[in-house]
Nanobody, 124 residues
């Protein structure tokens, strides 16, 4: 079992920045790829970014590429998402996630463990 707890969400003006964090406990954090997903109002949950075991590979959705940075601190069992240049369309509940793969976790179907989410609201 893996327990994921997100924090760092809040209200920010367009163009602003936020950093989300996800602390993991239970299953080995270092053995698996980790990811962020988000669910915008009225839409299905979607992939945002993932990072491989040991942090060697990062992959981003086109909608956030160049603005968001995913990172992991294996010593602290923590996953982070630095979000810059936020837009109103980034408003969503952001979820930390993990699956069974050490290299990637890019689809909802591949996720085994979810956090409860943290709300990010970007005002115009």
């Amino acid at each position: 079992q893996m327990y994921l707890t997100e924090s760092g969400g809040g209200l920010v003006h367009a163009g602003g920045s936020l950093t989300l964090s996800c602390v993991s406990s239970g299953r080995s954090f270092t053995s698996y790829a980790m990811a962020w997903f988000r669910q915008q109002p009225g839409k299905e949950r979607e992939f945002v970014a993932d990072i491989s075991r040991r942090g060697t590979i990062q992959y981003y959705a086109d909608s956030v590429k160049g603005r968001f940075t995913i990172s992991r601190d294996d010593a602290k069992n923590t996953l982070s998402l630095q979000m810059n240049g936020l837009k109103p369309e980034d408003t969503a509940v952001y979820y930390c996630a993990s699956g069974l793969n050490s290299m990637e976790v890019r689809t909802v179907a591949s996720v085994i463990y979810w956090g409860k989410g943290t709300l990010v609201t970007v005002s115009p």
